[in-house]
């Protein structure tokens, strides 16, 4: 079974520095791209960003681009979200999925309408 688990939320203040991890299971890094999508409270769920191992495509979004980096561990089926110079509207949920690989560079967007979802992991951002 194709299974992901976030961890490395947590409370930090403005201009801090967070680490997100993705740990997948039933698949390797070759199967799938990962995406992280993330929901703040009232807002609709939006993509973060993704990357795919097999071609080192990877998306960003506008307003993380420049302080969040994403980069995988395939030895150990982890993707990680670096997040630096965090902002309190970088507060929300943050949740990693299996999404397909093939364009994924533009591809990304998409994806934060997929169905099922795991339990995510919560950023807050203090000003």
């Known amino acids: 079974e194709v299974q992901v688990a976030e961890s490395g939320g947590g409370l930090v203040q403005a201009g801090g520095s967070l680490r997100l991890a993705c740990v997948a299971s039933?698949?390797?890094?070759?199967?799938?791209?990962i995406g992280w999508f993330r929901q703040a409270p009232g807002k609709e769920r939006e993509a973060v960003s993704c990357i795919s191992t097999t071609d080192g495509n990877t998306y960003y979004s506008h307003s993380v681009k420049g302080r969040f980096t994403i980069s995988s561990d395939n030895a150990n089926n982890t993707v990680y979200l670096q997040m630096n110079n965090l902002k309190p509207e970088d507060t929300a949920v943050y949740y990693c999925?299996?999404?397909?690989?093939?364009?994924?560079?533009?591809?990304?967007?998409?994806?934060?309408?997929?169905?099922?979802w795991g339990q995510g992991t919560l950023v807050t951002v203090s000003s």
């Open positions: 039933g698949f390797t890094l070759d199967d799938y791209a």
């Open positions: 999925a299996a999404v397909p690989s093939l364009g994924i560079a533009t591809a990304c967007p998409r994806y934060r309408y997929l169905e099922r």
